[in-house]
């Protein structure tokens, strides 16, 4: 089941986003495979909270962007009509 969620959470991730999922995926298989006490259920509350962490964080990055992009258009302009 875990299998089926981190490729449904990928398909709508950049190419970077998708390497460093599978990275963390391979990650915790070795945990399990290590012989520790690990439940085999998933708490769907903690996956979205996951996901929705990593959408502020995405919001956030972007914003940026769009405000130093924003600056320099504006900046140009100034510049252009001098």
């Known amino acids: 089941m875990p299998v089926r969620i981190v490729?449904?959470?990928i398909v709508?991730?950049?190419a970077e986003k998708?390497?460093?999922e599978e990275e963390t995926?391979?990650?915790s298989q070795k945990t399990e495979k290590s012989g520790k006490n690990i439940s085999n259920t998933v708490d769907i509350n903690?996956?979205?909270a996951r996901v929705?962490?990593?959408e502020r964080k995405e919001y956030k990055v972007n914003l940026v962007f769009f405000v130093m992009f924003a600056a320099l258009?504006?900046?140009a302009g100034i510049l252009l009509s001098l």
Do not use: A
Request: charged share 25%; net charge positive; proline share 0%.
């Open 73 to 75: 258009i504006l900046i």
């Open 18 to 20: 998708i390497i460093r």
């Open 12 to 14: 709508s991730m950049s």
């Open 7 to 9: 490729k449904c959470l």
């Open 25 to 27: 995926f391979v990650t």
């Open 52 to 54: 929705r962490k990593e």
């Open 46 to 48: 903690h996956l979205l």
